[in-house]
């Protein structure tokens, strides 16, 4: 209840003397004249950052707003350098952000409430183009010193979005994977309006990353993708897409075919798909087993690479066991630098009433001049790049993507599986970013592509490419010092 303000009405009664002053005989008093009252303080001006922030500024704000940004200059530094200067950029880029997106995540709930209906109550809402997607945002647990394991749990596609969302929120409550963060959001659409992988969700998530990182709250080594059904499609999609990311995914009772998300992308993240053995639908158990297949060849390929479990529950439908997906999640952390990785560079979004969209970067390598982005879905520009020691070898190729291993089961037609073409690109450029966790930045360092050496020599150590990085990733791991720009011709 809200009570009303008691008025205490005081009267002040205020007597003065009155002076008879008068002057040169004059019978008129002299005016009293009052003092005019001070003028207030003109507020203090916002200072001017420093030039060499402003450029700083400048260059991640035209990044942010989707533009090309202005050349930076060249800032020489030493190896001693690097932490200071990494702070001082994480911190422009701390005012970058806000700036351009002033919406703060907010404070996390407890997800553990003993009221579990408490959680029912979105922490937050955010807008798309095709309306508002509220969420949860809440911890289990106590917050580890590297901040806590974040998860964005997705839901499924049934026409009534809330009851699919409440089911979700109940199912992450009850995981045993504490401590951890969780994210779940509501779709504004249901059926088929409910997808989680279109341009407009992959800048949501990527809002996600980045905000929760600048907030502290958040091991940037431990972010996980996972969901339930039409969410298990969506994070399987996205765990290809932003595998550089992520440090694990785990799609539940569901899963996509892989010509709509390369397996190759995934060499440094854990896999951990389940489905039951009778969940027909869609071809969902037959295209789990082609996963299977597919996983343990590039493992065996790949030694030490493309960990995964692919469980199939015997005599289990749509509604398999879903405990345990998560706990095994959490145990996994990202390597940031990885000395290998393939990156199948594929549009997403097509379908979905938005136009597909390409990544420009990925683990530690930015294109520069691509070959096929924003054209054909099914003719993607590719990269596979080893590193040992000091040598960096990188493949640049074309991939021509063809559906295939037709199957017909319980009504339902779908291609499980996916052919390609491969051969090496005749043009392109990239640049290949370094830290000392890749190579020995006191030693030369040599660089082939397609077999042809395109550089030899010892790297600079600059700030601009520090920037270039942070900006590309906005990811407080992948800030590197150095770089090298090849061409494929």
Known sequence: MIY????????????GLSLSLYACGSDEPE????????????????PEPAPADKVTLDYFAAV?????????????IESADYDARKSRLWELWRTAINTADPTALPTP????????SNNLVPTGSWNLPDGSMQFVYGFKGSKPSAGYPLILSLHGSGEDTYTEWSYTVGWDQIYQDSP?????????????????????????????????????DVDP???YFMGVSEGAYGSQRLGSFFADYLAGIGPIAGG???????????????FRQRTGQLDTMFGRYRITVKARETWDQLAKDHPGYYEHNIEIRPGEGHDCKYDGVTADLVKHVRNPWPKYFYWENF????????????????????????IHIGQDEWVRDAYEMTIEGNNISLKVMEVNVTPSDFVQESGWDVNIGVAKTVKDASKGKVTIYLNDKLVDLDSPVTITVNGVKKFEGKVTLDERYMTESLAEWGDPQRVFPAAVTVSVE
Request: glycine share 10%; charged share 20%.
């Open 221 to 223: 080594d431990r972010i």
């Open 256 to 270: 996509e075919p892989l010509y709509n998300c390369p397996a190759e992308n995934t060499a440094n993240l854990y």
């Open 31 to 46: 005016p009293i004249v009052k003092p005019e009252p001070e003028p207030d303080p003109e507020p203090a001006p916002t």
């Open 180 to 216: 951890a963060l969780y994210f779940v959001p509501r779709s504004p659409k249901g059926g088929t309006g409910c997808r989680w992988f279109q341009p407009s969700r992959q800048q949501a998530w990527m809002r996600l990353i980045r905000k929760a990182c600048l907030a502290g």
């Open 347 to 370: 549009g997403m979004g097509e379908g979905t009433g938005e136009p597909n969209a390409w990544r420009t970067g990925f683990h530690n390598l930015r294109v520069v001049e691509g």
């Open 64 to 76: 942010l707003a989707g533009k090309t940004p202005a050349a930076l200059p060249e800032t020489l």
């Open 4 to 15: 009303p303000s008691r008025w205490i009405l005081v009267s002040l009664i205020v007597s």
């Open 109 to 116: 709930g407890n997800f553990m409430s003993a009221d579990w």
